[in-house]
């Protein structure tokens, strides 16, 4: 992995042999403050879809350590996509989900963006590709701990 600066400016990027180019940019705001984005890049599954990845840190030392994390997940992502996705229908099923339920939301959503946080926890967010599950503007997201077991299921926007 090669770093584009050494300095730990957010406008920096690195490069990493088995995942890309994470970058962090910097957005200017009218009253003088910086929104820094944190570290990110992206990634061609098997199946040719593109997901996002992100490194919750703007500091390149962090987004080095938290790799790692990332090159495990890309490992096993079938196999996690999976858990976070039945993850999803039990969380937002009222009653217990069947054959069907699971096999609609295999089919309608589909893995967009994998976020590592501080301390490597993983969040995955899921867009609904059909527009039937969740309102325009929202999607669901689970967050995985260190051993990829679900901590939570939330609904964003």
Known sequence: MTDAAASGSPDQAITDERLGVFTSDAQPHSDGS????????SMRDPDGREIVLMLDTTDPREAR???????????????????AIEAVVRALTKGTPTADDLADARDDLSLSTIAVEDG???VLHFTDSCGRHFLDGYWPAVR????DAVLDVTVEA
């Open 34 to 41: 910086v929104l820094h984005h944190s570290f990110c890049g």
């Open 144 to 147: 995985l701990d260190r051993d």
């Open 120 to 122: 490597g926890e993983i």
């Open 65 to 83: 350590r938290l790799l790692p994390r990332l090159y495990g997940m890309a490992e096993n992502l079938a196999v996690l996509e999976q858990r």
